[in-house]
């Protein structure tokens, strides 16, 4: 297994082909007829509805989900968000709401980077796997060793590049500061 082929799965440019590029253009489709929500009832009706729209065109390829799924969903990766931002759904809700803060439009892209961003760090663990070779320690340490030495760059604070055994075994908390890195940084991750 080599570090290269590894790494040209996780190129920036691989990424926003796999990734980047049909995750925008779901969002681009899916028409905003009005940039605000008249109740809580037609906020989770939009979310739930774009939520399976995207959903269906770019993760599930056809496989829609129950209505009350995806606006469940939908709530989750906006609350897991606005969180970030030191508020909540009702945060969301008020934005779709009053039109604040870029209205229902951003209350959709905030969903779209969302699902962007579980697809990524799906993507990446799925390279990891095919490149790591689950049976041998020896292999899994020193491919995690190159890979932090050739992208510590991009990986948060938090990642020892001394201690490659640590993430040998579960390469989690090593994919999730990769994405945030990438997220961060990446041209893949610029609002639409």
Same mark, same amino acid.
């Given at each position: 297994?080599?570090?290269?082929?590894?790494?040209?799965?996780?190129?920036?440019?691989?990424?926003?082909?796999?990734?980047?590029?049909?995750?925008?253009?779901?969002?681009?489709?899916?028409?905003?007829?009005?940039?605000?929500?008249?109740?809580?009832?037609?906020?989770?009706?939009?979310?739930?509805?774009?939520?399976?729209?995207?959903?269906?065109?770019?993760?599930?390829?056809?496989?829609?989900?129950?209505?009350?799924? =995806?606006?469940?969903?939908?709530? %989750?990766? !906006? +609350?897991?968000?606005? /969180?970030?931002?030191?508020?909540?759904? @009702?945060?969301?809700?008020?934005?779709?709401?009053?039109?604040?803060?870029?209205?229902?439009?951003?209350?959709?892209?905030?969903? =779209?980077?969302?699902?962007?961003? %579980?697809? !990524? +760090?799906?993507?990446? /663990?799925?390279?990891?796997?095919?490149? @790591?070779?689950?049976?041998?320690?020896?292999?899994?340490?020193?491919?995690?060793?190159?890979?932090?030495?050739?992208?510590?760059?991009?990986?948060?604070?938090?990642?020892?590049?001394?201690?490659?055994?640590?993430?040998?075994?579960?390469?989690?908390?090593?994919?999730?500061?990769?994405?945030?890195?990438?997220?961060?940084?990446?041209?893949?991750?610029?609002?639409?």
């Amino acid at each position: 297994m080599s570090i290269d082929s590894l790494l040209a799965e996780l190129d920036e440019k691989a990424i926003a082909q796999r990734i980047g590029i049909p995750h925008d253009e779901a969002r681009m489709r899916y028409p905003l007829h009005s940039n605000t929500a008249g109740s809580f009832d037609e906020f989770s009706w939009i979310i739930g509805d774009y939520y399976n729209t995207h959903f269906t065109a770019v993760i599930s390829h056809g496989g829609k989900l129950p209505t009350p799924e =995806a606006a469940s969903r939908a709530k %989750e990766l !906006l +609350e897991k968000e606005y /969180r970030r931002r030191n508020g909540d759904i @009702v945060m969301a809700y008020n934005d779709a709401h009053d039109g604040t803060n870029g209205g229902m439009r951003v209350v959709l892209d905030t969903i =779209a980077e969302g699902l962007k961003a %579980e697809s !990524l +760090e799906r993507y990446i /663990r799925d390279a990891f796997d095919r490149y @790591v070779s689950p049976n041998s320690w020896e292999q899994k340490v020193e491919i995690i060793r190159q890979f932090i030495a050739r992208c510590g760059v991009n990986l948060g604070s938090s990642i020892r590049p001394d201690q490659p055994e640590r993430y040998a075994q579960n390469y989690q908390e090593l994919i999730r500061s990769y994405v945030t890195a990438l997220q961060q940084t990446s041209r893949i991750f610029r609002r639409l």
